[in-house]
């Protein structure tokens, strides 16, 4: 069955550091969108990418964020200068269109040290 | 007040008991529906998906839809110890390119 596989599992990261999550998503669907979960509390919407564009972004998705497809399989989400509440579940989901259901990888739990 | 509203429980139920689990919303653009299933420190699985009201059956599981209440319900007959998980409720527009909106999670424990 196909999935969203996401990369690393664990990432420990300095205070200020850059990192980058990997994701990719089902091989036929359109429409990729980041997440995230702080420990204890609901999944958040960060950003949703269409078409080589973000096509939505949270509040949340400042400056210090951005997201790639650098290639026709991989979606990436940059942060930069890392700050301790950064800690948290990073989720990638794929869809086949608008409104769609959207297929969550495992994640990638940050933590900002 | 909250765009979505889910009850964190904690439910507890005896094995092969049906459980309720609900969501009330107040965003009327809201017309995507669905419910996940997360296990501790893992991805949401998808169980559920509904467009608009009504119902929607699969296996021991039944989605529900009353957009003129804004309230959803999930239900689980049979229910299994391996039900055991947090259930989130989660919904989205045909406008705002993809994204949802997610409850808080109710935890389920089903004990044998």
């Known amino acids: 069955e196909p999935e969203v596989t996401q990369t690393p599992s664990h990432q420990v990261t300095q205070m200020g550091q850059e990192v980058i999550l990997r994701c990719v998503p089902i091989s036929n669907h359109l429409y990729f969108y980041w997440y995230r979960q702080i420990l204890g509390q609901k999944v958040e919407f960060l950003v949703s990418f269409y078409n080589n564009e973000i096509s939505e972004k949270s509040e949340i998705f400042d400056d210090q964020f951005s997201v790639e497809r650098p290639d026709g399989s991989n979606f990436t989400l940059k942060i930069r200068s890392t700050k301790l509440e950064d800690s948290a579940m990073y989720f990638c989901?794929?869809?086949?269109?608008?409104?769609?259901?959207?297929?969550f990888g495992q994640g990638t739990r940050l933590t900002v040290v | 007040q909250k765009e979505v509203e889910q009850d964190p429980g904690p439910l507890s139920v005896p094995e092969g008991a049906i459980v309720s689990l609900n969501c009330t919303y107040s965003n009327s653009a809201f017309q995507y529906f669905m419910w996940y299933r997360q296990y501790s420190r893992k991805g949401p699985e998808l169980l559920m998906y509904t467009y608009s009201s009504g119902n929607k059956e699969d296996g021991r599981f039944t989605a529900q839809v009353d957009k003129s209440s804004k309230y959803i319900s999930l239900f689980i007959r049979d229910s299994q110890p391996s039900d055991s998980a947090t259930y989130l409720c989660?919904?989205?527009?045909?406008?705002?390119?993809?994204?949802?909106?997610f409850g808080d999670g109710t935890t389920l424990t089903v004990k044998p």
């Open positions: 989660a919904m989205s527009g045909s406008t705002n390119a993809g994204k949802s909106t």
């Open positions: 989901a794929s869809g086949t269109g608008l409104g769609t259901e959207a297929f």
